[in-house]
């Protein structure tokens, strides 16, 4: 979002928390919270690392692939987008054990939300790695470079650097399917809420501060992005050169 | 038809540097280049003059590998280009082979095509280290004597968003000719540059040509350059050579109509 | 293979009565998040500071928090206030309000696309704002949205799973307890996934078909 947009709806959240938040549901509330945005900080961060992971993996074998190996990425790509997250979810949770896989909820929420958001992902490089002009690929070859070089050297850190607002979006979009590991008995940040609630029924101001937090995290993941942009383009707006 | 005269080249009769041997391009119903045969001298250089659409740009992006042929091959330096010799038969080559001949060609581009996430002097060393095999050294090295050649040895930190036209285009030069080529291309290198900052492109062409012995194709506007750097001059008209010859005779004394009507309309133009 | 295809038959019916409520919450879901994402829109055009501002600062809540908690505050919080909507209407309602504000985005973007003059023939023709948005721009801005709405008709679809967090007897809480009875959650979630792959993809290709007729068409 635009940085006026960002600013004013955290000024928002925050004038919203101190409204409906009592001093002492402060004190009762936050210590408890924070464990639990801990565990959604450690999910968000795993799916991500595995998400940027399975999109690259996916749009090369979709690009260069042999026709097997773009076969299996178009499934994967499908399978992941065209169910929900939860339904991921649950499938890995309670079906997997009776395959006889078992793995802890940790791993089934990382595993379930990394892939689904690294088929979205999918789009997202293949779109950068277009992106690139084809004068690029031409100078590559004047300068009798390989594909394999070409694609490593010249294509894909320009991809990169294109696609890093787009990623950004979705890990947010990763941040808030975290919440849905609370349905799978994780302590994560919802579900600490809603223990919370059936406990004491202040739910305005229990309520009010986890989204409070969510906004705060995905604040974060926002400005570590743009960082990266910068970063990555040396201080340089976004530009092409000739 | 067509008429087609030309002046002998002294030196063509040796082996030539380039050679297209009955080469024809299409694209589905239009024939771009029709049954072209053209030989370059060694440290011959041709000047490729004529309408858009007649197919001279056709003639370097083929060599250059960028566009497959549809008829005839192309030689360099004695070896097939595009096709490969298998148990004494030509037939198509593979990208492996292809990457074994066309490292004799190096080609500067109208829109100068620099990689805009590395710096002047990463542009000019990648190709060194990656493809030749350099150490890090001897390519900066070369490209450094290089870049100081074409008056760019303050800018190697540079990133080419910075950069005018013209510099942009001295260091694709640079880049190109830090993988040593037998033959460079040059395809309307200056039509994409402000009029101001043609000459410093055009004197680094010049004074390189004279340094490294090259031989070059250039497509070009320019008929003023054409007319004092080329030793020949070959005007295309509808995908085949339409005459050729030295640049005095082609420029002063044609020897055929259109030629003088494509001259007259380009001098008045400019 | 492991699969179970007596059991199957047997839950079907009880998974296709389900799906009749998991359509229902999408359809009105989707109604509500189409309606109130205009409104958002036409408000955020608002040249009152506070109307914009406002406006904008709850689309952007709502928008970057996650869904589940909104279907929790809204199905625990309204009680409090005396308005007890059951479990159904409570999601349907966070649903709704969710997706509204990825439609105000998508009507935003169609709105910003009209050309000025449409605006200013509209003022030169001494239109009142009512009759300009209601003749002149919403006629124009909605068409080429519509692929982009579409895509979120769907995704709403994929997220209604999450009212199974509050006891909605859709697909997947049906799921979840038929497995919990049976000790079996191959069957009955694998079928969910399929269910919801399947619509989906029909969705999709539906929704490139609309895309094709409706863009193909200039409306200036």
Known sequence: MPLKSIIVTAIVAFAAGLIFASFAGYELFIPGLLQGAWITIQITAGGAVLAVIAAFTAALAKLYGPTPLRWLANCYIEIFRGTSALVQLFWLFFVLPQLGVTLSPMSSAILALGLNIGAYGAEVVRGGINGVSREQWEASVALNMSRALALRRIILPQAVIAMIPPWGNLFIELLKATSLVSLITISDLTFRAQQMNQATFRTVEIFTLVLAIYLGISLLITFGMRALERAATGGTVRGRAN | MNERTSDPQPGVASQPMVRFSGVTKRYGDLTVLDNLDLDVAPQEKVAIIGPSGSGKTTVLRMLMTLEPIDDGVIYVDGRPLTHMEVNGELVRANEKYLRSVRGDIGMVFQHFNLFPHMTVLGNCVEAPIHVLGLSKAEAEERAVELLEMVGLGDKLGEYPQRLSGGQKQRVAIARALAMRPKVMLFDEVTSALDPELVGEVLNAIRMLGKEFQLTMLMVTHQMGFAKEFADRVCFFYEGRIHEEGPPEKIFNAPDLERTQQFLSAVLEAG | ?220
């Not at chain 3, 036409?42 to 809540?61: C, D, H």
């Not at chain 3, 505050?73 to 349907?92: H, M, N, R, W």
């Not at chain 3, 049976?182 to 993809?201: A, K, M």
């Open chain 3, 1 to 220: 293979m492991f699969w179970d295809w007596n059991y199957t038959f047997e839950i079907l019916p009880m998974l296709a009565r389900a799906s009749v409520i998991t359509i229902q919450a999408t359809i009105l879901g989707f109604i509500l998040a189409a309606v109130l994402g205009l409104v958002f829109a036409i408000l955020r055009m608002s040249r009152n500071r506070v109307i914009n501002g406002a406006t904008t600062a709850v689309v952007e809540f709502i928008r970057s928090t996650p869904l589940l908690i909104q279907i929790f505050f809204i199905y625990f919080v309204l009680p409090e206030f005396g308005i007890v909507l059951d479990a159904f209407l409570a999601g349907t309602l966070a649903l709704g309000l969710h997706y509204a504000t990825y439609c105000s985005e998508v009507y935003r973007a169609g709105i910003e696309g009209i050309p000025r003059g449409q605006w200013e023939a509209a003022t030169a023709l001494n239109l009142s704002p009512v009759i300009t948005f209601r003749d002149i721009i919403i006629p124009q801005a909605v068409p080429p949205v519509i692929p982009a709405l579409g895509n979120y008709l769907v995704a709403l679809f994929k997220e209604t799973p999450l009212l199974s967090g509050i006891a909605v007897l859709e697909l997947m809480q049906t799921a979840k307890i038929l497995g919990s009875q049976s000790f079996r959650y191959l069957e009955p979630i694998t079928l969910v996934g399929v269910f919801f792959l399947v619509f989906s993809l029909i969705a999709s290709a539906a929704n490139r078909y609309a895309e094709r007729r409706l863009t193909g068409i200039g409306t200036r």
